[in-house]
């Protein structure tokens, strides 16, 4: 018997990294949903509730992807899904720092781009299981 | 106090780390004023505002609160509602500040407000300076700067914000903002002062309160305050958009079957007709003249009395929001006027105070209320 797919919704405004990131999520048997911006990426959490979202950090707003976590977990309905956190921001900003568990922007891991991807599908694979 | 710098570049960013203190509030463009709500994104904050509609009392004393509820076999329940949220108010001008310092005496004297006070501890003010406008006059009143109340509060030196850090949560806030702030230079100082001391000169507005109380003692009897009567609507703007405003009125919501229901507080106001009423039905303030003078005089005066300054801070709303633009500078200019003109005209003192009717030249020599803004 076949699961039921597992689906991780990808917030990015960079059109290259959401296809390259998509296409290796696919390849791993996971459904993928994509959002360029918070707005849609709300949206769209909303309708599929999905079962992770990877969310970048600094998209048409430098800070619009932290919003992006607070609007979440103020969402009764959305607060548990687990949310990765992707950004260059360290990098970019090193003197920023987001602790984990801090208040509205509570998320599940932090991983600097370039992201290592067989990382990231060992993060998932513990967070959320196999794709299937 | 601690002083530091926040380059201006880096604002969003330290946005960001203060939102894991509680969800950013912040002055939001709304119809071309102004409204504290909170953030969606970082760019909907208008930290240039001159004044927001509503100010930050809101929060500290929501328009409408459960106090308790009732339950049959239970009794009265407290509740705690909204008590516990964190929230991060962001850029409170100084007068704002000072209010709530003023609301902190009230809600802390002989009757403690536990909602109250919880909130206040909740609730984390970081304060920013502020330009002010054609009806700002809170340096007349001593609330154009704070040295208590807020957590941080930013100061525009040019490219960088200027920072007193006021408590040790305002410290935690910028330690957790790693080496975004920076050590203020010499130089940063002179700037400081520079544009404080040009803010200073830039108040279109000036009061002198230092009498005032005795100027309202000797006006008690003032024609004036019949032509405000006259004029006043009592819609009670004033009051709901007052800071320091804190006259509430308390109710029971009971419920189908009334063995169940809310105590509830809702804002009140000095200026409603039902404000003096008792349970007798006496009213100590009938007439919209009455009811006026009683508002000045308690903020103006009887403030005073009771702690030391006060009640007004000067942030203009009132002025702003009046339908029939009662203007709480010009009354105090033209209460000062006629003490003048007494002078001049020392036997109308006598009359006056006895409640007798003032010379039509007494009249004519004050500027018409209704001209200012």
Redesign the interface.
């Known amino acids: 018997m076949i699961g039921v797919e597992k689906r991780i919704l990808i917030v990015d405004d960079d059109s290259d990294f959401l296809e390259s990131l998509s296409c290796f999520l696919e390849a791993n048997h996971f459904l993928v949903l994509k959002a360029h911006d918070g707005a849609q990426a709300l949206k769209l959490a909303k309708i599929e509730h999905p079962d992770l979202i990877l969310m970048d950090v600094m998209m048409g707003e430098r800070t619009e992807g932290l919003f992006t976590v607070q609007e979440i977990r103020r969402d009764p309905e959305l607060q548990d899904i687990p949310i990765f956190v992707l950004s260059a921001l360290y990098s970019q900003v090193p003197e920023f720092e987001v602790s984990p568990d801090r208040g509205w922007l509570a998320h599940d891991e932090f991983l600097s781009k370039p992201v290592d991807m067989s990382l990231l599908l060992a993060k998932i694979h513990q967070r959320i299981g196999v794709a299937r | 106090m601690r002083t530091l710098k926040l380059p201006k570049t880096?604002l969003?960013?330290f946005?960001?780390?203060v939102?894991?203190?509680?969800?950013v509030h912040a002055p939001v463009e709304q119809d071309g004023k102004y409204a504290f709500k909170r953030?969606?994104?970082?760019?909907q904050a208008r930290l240039d505002y001159t004044r927001t509609i509503l100010p930050p009392k809101k929060y500290f004393l929501p328009p409408r609160e459960t106090l308790f509820r009732y339950e049959d076999g239970k009794g009265y329940v407290p509740c705690a509602d909204g008590l516990n949220e964190?929230i991060v108010l962001f850029g409170v001008h100084a007068c704002d500040v000072f209010a709530l310092n003023i609301l902190d005496q009230v809600f802390s004297g002989s009757y403690p407000d536990p909602y109250y006070q919880t909130r206040r501890r909740n609730i984390v003010i970081i304060g920013i300076d502020c330009t002010p406008d054609d009806h700002c006059f809170c340096r007349s009143m001593r609330a154009d700067f704070v040295e208590r109340g807020f957590d941080l509060f930013f100061f525009d030196i040019g490219d960088y914000y200027f920072t007193l850090v006021g408590t040790a949560r305002g410290d935690d806030m910028v330690l957790?903002?790693?080496?975004?702030f920076e050590p203020v230079t010499l130089g940063d100082v002179e700037e400081y002062k520079r544009r404080s001391s040009s803010k200073r000169g830039s108040f279109k507005r000036d009061v002198e309160i230092r009498d005032l109380p005795e100027i309202f003692e000797l006006e008690y009897r003032s024609e004036i305050w019949d032509e405000l009567g006259d004029r006043c609507l009592s819609c009670g703007s004033c009051s709901m958009v007052c800071p320091t405003c804190y006259c509430f009125d308390v109710t029971d919501d009971v419920e189908l079957g009334s063995r169940t229901g809310r105590r509830v507080r809702t804002w009140d106001s000095c200026l409603f007709p039902s404000h003096a009423m008792t349970a007798t039905g006496e009213d100590f303030r009938k007439t919209r003249a009455s009811r006026i003078k009683f508002r000045f005089y308690h903020k103006q005066r009887g403030f005073v009395a009771e702690y030391g300054r006060p009640s007004c801070v000067g942030c203009g709303r009132c002025t702003t929001s009046c339908p029939v633009k009662i203007d709480v500078v010009e009354v105090v200019d033209r209460l000062r006027g006629e003490e003048y003109v007494s002078k001049q005209r020392s036997p109308d003192v006598e009359i006056r105070h006895h409640g007798e009717s003032v010379s039509a030249a007494h009249g004519a020599a004050r500027p018409n209320l209704s001209d200012g803004g």
């Open positions: 880096r969003d960013f946005a960001s780390v939102q894991q203190f509680g969800e953030l969606t994104r970082w760019s964190r957790a903002a790693g080496s975004l």
